[in-house]
C-alpha cells in the first residue's frame, strides 16, 4: 500500500515562529503537493513538485515556500507564522503517469496547524 | 487557467436514495483527467472514480457514476442506493497532464445520509 506520512497531525505554533511541516511518501511517486483546507473553501493547492528540487507555485503560494531534495521528502515551509495560516495542510503525491488509470494521488492524514 | 467549482456546499438524502454532486471545471487544456475523491470523518482522502477527458463513456465504479459533459465543462457525480457509510465531503479534481501536472480541487460538498 502506499503510504503518504505527515510528521504531525496537531501542532501549536506561535506568531512569528517558522515552521516546518514534513511529508514523506514510500512509492518513488515524481509528483507531491501540498494543500490547505478551510471550510467552504475546499483544497487550495499551496505549491507543487513533479521532481527532485523542482518545485511550481500554486494558488495560494504567498507566506509559504517548499523544499525537495529527495524524492520521498516535500516540506512546506512557513516563514514566519501568522494566524491566518491557521489550517488543516495536506500533503499528497502521484506518479507522474500518462494513465488516468496510474495518477491517482495519494494523501497524507493532515496536519491540523494553529497559530497563536 | 484551471479551476474546479463545487456549487452545492451541503446536501442530505435518506439511506437508500440517488444523489447527484455537481462540478464545472475549466482548462484551456484538451488532454486532462477527473477525479471524485470522498473524505470522511477520519480525514482520509479517497478516490472514488476517476475519467479520461478524450474517453465519451461514462465512468462507473459499482453505485458511483459520472455524468461527464466536456463541452459543457460538467463533471457530475451520481451515488446510487446511498449507504450511511457514504456520509463525507465530496471532492472533485482536475489534472492537466501535459507539462507539470498540477491537480486542482473544488470547494467540496458536505454530503450526509440519513437513516
Known amino acids: 500500500d502506499v503510504k503518504v506520512t505527515q510528521s504531525s497531525r496537531y501542532l501549536v505554533k506561535r506568531t512569528g515562529e517558522k515552521v516546518f511541516l514534513e511529508c514523506v511518501q514510500d512509492m518513488d511517486h515524481e509528483n507531491m503537493f501540498w494543500y490547505r483546507q478551510d471550510p467552504g473553501l475546499g483544497l487550495r493547492l499551496i505549491y507543487f513538485?513533479?521532481?527532485?528540487?523542482?518545485?511550481e507555485k500554486g494558488d495560494i503560494p504567498e507566506g509559504y515556500s517548499v523544499s525537495r531534495e529527495k524524492k520521498e521528502r516535500f516540506s512546506l515551509i512557513l516563514e514566519s507564522a501568522s494566524t491566518n495560516q491557521t489550517s488543516m495542510y495536506l500533503c499528497?503525491?502521484?506518479?507522474?503517469?500518462?494513465?488516468?488509470?496510474?495518477?491517482?494521488?495519494?494523501f497524507g492524514q493532515g496536519t491540523r496547524l494553529t497559530v497563536v | 487557467a484551471q479551476t474546479v467549482t463545487q456549487s452545492q456546499p451541503e446536501m442530505s438524502v435518506q439511506e437508500a436514495e440517488t444523489v447527484t454532486l455537481s462540478c464545472t471545471y475549466d482548462?484551456?487544456?484538451?488532454?486532462?483527467?477527473l477525479f471524485w475523491y470522498k473524505q470522511p470523518p477520519s480525514r482520509q482522502m479517497i478516490l472514488v472514480i476517476r475519467?479520461?477527458?478524450?474517453?465519451?463513456q461514462n465512468a462507473t465504479e459499482n453505485r458511483f457514476s459520472v455524468n461527464f459533459q466536456k463541452a459543457a465543462k460538467s463533471f457530475s457525480l451520481k451515488i446510487s442506493d446511498s449507504q450511511l457509510g457514504d456520509t463525507a465531503m465530496y471532492f472533485c479534481a482536475s489534472l492537466h497532464v501535459q507539462g507539470a501536472q498540477k491537480l486542482v480541487f473544488g470547494q467540496g460538498t458536505r454530503l450526509t445520509i440519513n437513516p
Open positions: 499528497a503525491s502521484s506518479l507522474r503517469g500518462t494513465s488516468v488509470m496510474n495518477t491517482e494521488a495519494f
Open positions: 482548462t484551456s487544456e484538451n488532454n486532462y483527467y
Open positions: 475519467q479520461e477527458a478524450y474517453k465519451q
Open positions: 513538485s513533479y521532481d527532485v528540487k523542482m518545485k
